[in-house]
């Protein structure tokens, strides 16, 4: 099973605020995911990232997979009490498995 | 509403009790899964079905879990006899897997809650 680790577990900020939160293992993998799991609902995937070094946008959110391809990060640019919800990252498979996430939450 | 449905969206059960949920996928979603989502964790995979195949059954947490999919439409989790460990969210997943192969999204349904008294 590859392990992986979120960072922080829980994050509360102010409504314009930047933040970075983390995704990383000791494994290799072929590609991440980042999802969004908002109270009450199951998770949305946001993002899939594949390449080494590659960075996809989502409007204010930013996605970078590490060079060797065992870590990730989601930057959000001047968070919004919308943004609020658990973050998971999980390796792209059919048996999704998902980190414990890193519960967000947007002080308004 | 086109999404994937899951009922009821909350339980509360005495221990020892048997519970059972109903989760309907996306129309014409050919793949089904189920996750355990307890507090403070990410969803844990239990199982999943192409169509009425159940194609893995391993990481269901004990012999008191089952799920069936009789017609590859929609699905159901059975919990025998449920502690209070069994507490949790169960999540359903669906997506449409193509005979080429490669990854296929998994879209998510709101969740059954449950809670053992």
């Known amino acids: 099973t590859q392990l992986l680790e979120q960072s922080p577990q829980f994050l509360s900020i102010q409504e314009g605020e930047n933040l970075t939160v983390y995704c990383n293992s000791s494994?290799?993998?072929?590609?991440l995911q980042w999802y969004r799991q908002e109270p009450g609902e199951g998770p949305v995937l946001l993002v899939t990232?594949?390449?080494?070094?590659e960075v996809k946008k989502l409007k204010r959110l930013t996605f970078q997979f590490g060079d060797a391809r065992k870590d990730s990060s989601l930057h959000i640019t001047a968070a919004q009490t919308g943004d609020t919800g658990l973050y998971l990252c999980?390796?792209?498979?059919?048996?999704?498995?998902f980190g414990k996430g890193t519960r967000l939450h947007i002080l308004p | 509403d086109t999404g994937v449905s899951q009922d009821p969206r909350h339980k509360i059960t005495k221990r020892g009790q048997n519970v059972t949920f109903r989760c309907d996928p996306i129309?014409?979603?050919?793949?089904l899964y189920w996750y355990r989502q307890t507090l403070g964790q990410g969803p844990e995979f239990l199982t999943y079905?192409?169509?009425?195949?159940?194609?893995?059954k391993s990481r269901l947490l004990s012999n008191r879990f089952s799920a069936e999919r009789p017609k590859g439409s929609f699905s159901t989790l059975e919990i025998q006899r449920t502690e209070q460990g069994d507490s949790a969210m169960y999540l359903c997943?669906?997506?449409?897997?193509?005979?080429?192969?490669?990854?296929?999204?998994?879209?998510f349904g709101p969740g059954t809650r449950l809670t053992v008294l």
């Open positions: 997943a669906s997506s449409l897997a193509s005979l080429a192969g490669g990854y296929n999204e998994q879209f």
């Open positions: 494994s290799v993998f072929s590609s």
């Open positions: 990232v594949v390449t080494g070094g």
């Open positions: 999980a390796p792209r498979d059919d048996k999704i498995i």
């Open positions: 129309s014409e979603h050919n793949r």
């Open positions: 079905f192409q169509n009425e195949a159940q194609l893995e």
